[in-house]
């Protein structure tokens, strides 16, 4: 038997007060119920935006689409890459709400923290988290050229100009050095 779509939302609707009225009890959740949907609410615009871009961009270029995939999921991914390296080093060294002594006076506001040791060099955290994202970082070309030439070869080579190439490969570092910072 197959469930309509009223169903489920019909038992959605009858339980949301119920589910809401035991996170507001929860001492561990009331905070974040009433204040944490800032960062999901402007990650849904910033998607939905970047999704009315990306529908404009392939009515215009429509041999662009196949590279939306690539140069996303690679930065996603080494991006996903260094916040798991970092939560685990703060899990490891600090206690909940406290960000270990080392780091405290380092300017963590200023983006070449990310990427150089210089910028906080008594921390051996963030020395080692500068590393790291400069490796991440350097895999971006190779990365990509692989993924190309994997398109190159299924889809042809008529987009794939060293012009675009080029330009192509500036996006995506640049793109990753915002996400990283």
Not at 9 to 28: Q, Y
Not at 92 to 105: R, S, Y
Not at 131 to 150: E, S
Request: net charge positive.
């Amino acid at each position: 038997m197959v469930l309509s779509l009223p169903l489920p939302s019909s038992f959605v609707h009858h339980h949301h007060p119920f589910c809401f009225d035991m996170a507001k009890k929860n001492v561990h959740t009331s905070d974040i119920l009433y204040n944490g949907w800032t960062p999901v609410l402007s990650a849904m615009i910033i998607s939905s935006m970047g999704g009315k871009i990306l529908n404009n961009v392939i009515m215009k270029f429509p041999d662009i689409a196949v590279f939306q995939p690539v140069i996303n999921g690679v930065a996603g991914n080494l991006v996903g890459i260094q916040a798991s390296r970092i939560s685990t080093e703060l899990h490891k060294t600090g206690k909940l709400g406290k960000l270990p002594e080392d780091i405290t006076t380092c300017n963590l506001l200023n983006p070449l923290s990310t990427f150089s040791m210089a910028c906080c060099s008594f921390s051996t955290m963030m020395s080692n988290n500068a590393t790291a994202a400069g490796v991440l970082l350097f895999l971006v070309v190779p990365g990509h050229l692989v993924f190309n030439l994997a398109i190159g070869l299924s889809q042809g080579f008529g987009i794939i100009t060293p012009f675009f190439m080029v330009l192509y490969l500036f996006a995506a570092l640049f793109q990753l050095g915002v996400f990283y910072t």
